[in-house]
C-alpha cells in the first residue's frame, strides 16, 4: 500500500484524476471500477475537464461500479445509475452500454449478482478499482463483519450508513436500507485500487484501515493485502497517520511520483 498525503482536497482530487488518466490513456480498453459518493463528484468532474480539454478518451472504456441501492429504478434521482450519468458518464464519451451498475431491481437478486460476477470475469477482471471509505470503515457497501472473501452480494446497510448517505436521499424517509455491493474478494482481484479519502471526519477510521490490524470491522483494512493499492488523502484525511513522515519521504523521493511534485505545494 502507498499513501499519498497531499495539501489539500483540491490536490488529492487532481493526483487522482492525473492517476487515472494515465491508465486510461496507456490502455483505452480499461476497465474501471467505480464509487459513488460526495467524494467522487470532483474527482468525476475534473475528469470531465479533461475529456472536454481533448486530453482524455472514453469511448473505449468500460466501467463497472460498486454498488446500487436495492429497489431504486435508474431513472430514480437518488439511485447510483442517476448519480454515475450526472457526475460523469454525461459528461465524457463513454458509451453507456459499456457502463455497469448492479441491478438493484432484479426479482432474483442473487441471480443478478452472480451475472455481474460473470460480466466482470468476461471484461478480464477490473483493471482500476476506485474506492471511497465510509465513517464506519467500508469499501463498497461491505458493512462491519463482511467476510473479507465476499463476493457480489445483497447486503443490509448499518443505522450509520443510513445517516450517512441520508441527505444525499433526501432523507431517510427515501434512504433505501439495503443494497447490493461488490465483496471485500471482488474489489481484491482488481489489478489497481485507488482509495480517495478527503476530510478531517474521515482521518480516525482512514488511520484505522491503513495502519491498524485487518479485521472485517473495518473492511477497507484489507486493502493491505492487496499488491498495488494507492490510498491519497488531503492533509484533514491524513492527519491521525503514525506514518505520515515517511508516507511524504516516499512520495518526495521515489522516481515514480516525480512527475507530480508540483501538487506537493501549497
Ligand atoms: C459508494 C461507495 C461507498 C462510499 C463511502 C464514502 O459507491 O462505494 O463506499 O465511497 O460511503 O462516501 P462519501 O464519499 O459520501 O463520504
Request: negative net charge; charged residues 20%.
Amino acid at each position: 500500500m502507498e499513501v499519498i498525503i497531499l495539501p489539500t482536497r483540491e490536490k488529492a482530487n487532481l493526483l487522482a484524476a492525473k492517476l487515472i488518466a494515465k491508465e486510461l490513456r496507456a490502455k483505452p480498453h480499461l476497465v474501471l471500477g467505480l464509487a459513488t459518493g460526495r467524494t467522487m463528484e470532483r474527482l468525476y468532474h475534473l475528469l470531465g475537464d479533461l475529456y472536454r480539454e481533448n486530453t482524455l478518451d472514453f469511448s473505449l472504456c468500460r466501467t463497472f461500479n460498486l454498488d446500487e441501492y436495492i429497489g431504486l429504478p435508474p431513472a430514480n434521482p437518488y439511485s447510483y445509475r442517476h448519480y454515475m450519468n450526472e457526475h460523469l458518464f454525461h459528461r465524457v464519451n463513454i458509451d453507456l452500454r459499456n457502463t455497469h451498475l448492479p441491478d438493484g431491481m432484479a426479482a432474483d437478486l442473487e441471480a443478478a449478482c452472480r451475472h455481474y460476477e460473470a460480466m466482470i470475469a468476461e471484461c478480464g477482471g477490473i483493471d482500476l478499482q476506485l474506492l471511497g471509505i465510509g465513517a464506519d470503515g467500508h469499501i463498497g457497501f461491505n458493512e462491519p463483519l463482511s467476510a473479507l472473501r465476499s463476493r457480489t452480494r445483497p447486503k443490509a446497510l448499518t443505522p450509520g450508513t443510513i445517516q450517512q448517505n441520508a441527505p444525499l436521499c433526501g432523507g431517510e424517509a427515501n434512504m433505501p436500507k439495503r443494497a447490493i455491493t461488490m465483496g471485500v474478494g471482488t474489489i481484491l482481484e482488481a489489478k489497481h485500487c485507488l482509495m480517495l479519502v478527503t476530510g478531517g471526519s474521515k482521518a480516525k477510521v482512514l488511520a484505522q484501515a491503513v495502519e491498524g490490524p485487518i479485521t472485517s470491522m473495518v473492511t477497507a483494512s484489507a486493502l493491505q493485502l492487496h499488491p498495488h493499492c494507492r490510498v491519497i488523502v488531503d492533509a484533514k484525511a491524513g492527519a491521525e497517520l503514525q506514518g505520515k513522515d515517511y508516507y511524504n519521504w516516499i512520495f518526495r523521493n521515489e522516481p515514480e511520483w516525480a512527475e507530480y511534485q508540483e501538487l506537493w505545494e501549497e
